[in-house]
């Protein structure tokens, strides 16, 4: 069994910071791409950063310059820094990462989501 666990949401004020983590664990043999997205009140899921084993980044147009997305290989581990917030970044923050187990199968998994909230 694979899961995503997350940590490091919570209230900020506008211009402030946050930095989410990610860990995968269990019985993972490789991970390829990892990611965060979003959804916010009353809107759908939208891709907020996604990073390859190999370090390839892409980012929504809305968090560039903004966000930070890294990985720790060696931890299973993907982080999202939020810098500059806004009360737009609000939402529900859920990691993604396509995972391939040790009994060669393969998950698209998500994380049970951390709430992020920007309000003064």
């Known amino acids: 069994q694979v899961q995503l666990v997350e940590s490091g949401g919570g209230l900020v004020q506008p211009g402030g910071s946050l930095r989410l983590s990610c860990a995968a664990s269990?019985?993972?043999?490789?991970?390829?791409?990892m990611g965060w997205y979003r959804q916010g009140p009353g809107k759908e899921r939208e891709l907020v950063a996604v990073i390859t084993r190999g370090g390839r980044i892409s980012y929504a147009d809305s968090v560039l310059g903004r966000f930070t997305i890294s990985r720790d290989n060696a931890k299973n581990t993907v982080y999202l820094r939020l810098n500059s917030l806004k009360p737009e970044d609000t939402a529900v923050y859920y990691c993604?990462?396509?995972?391939?187990?040790?009994?060669?199968?393969?998950?698209?998994?998500w994380g049970q989501g951390t709430q992020v909230t920007v309000s003064s």
């Open positions: 269990g019985s993972i043999f490789s991970i390829n791409a």
């Open positions: 993604n990462a396509l995972i391939a187990t040790m009994e060669f199968a393969e998950y698209d998994l």
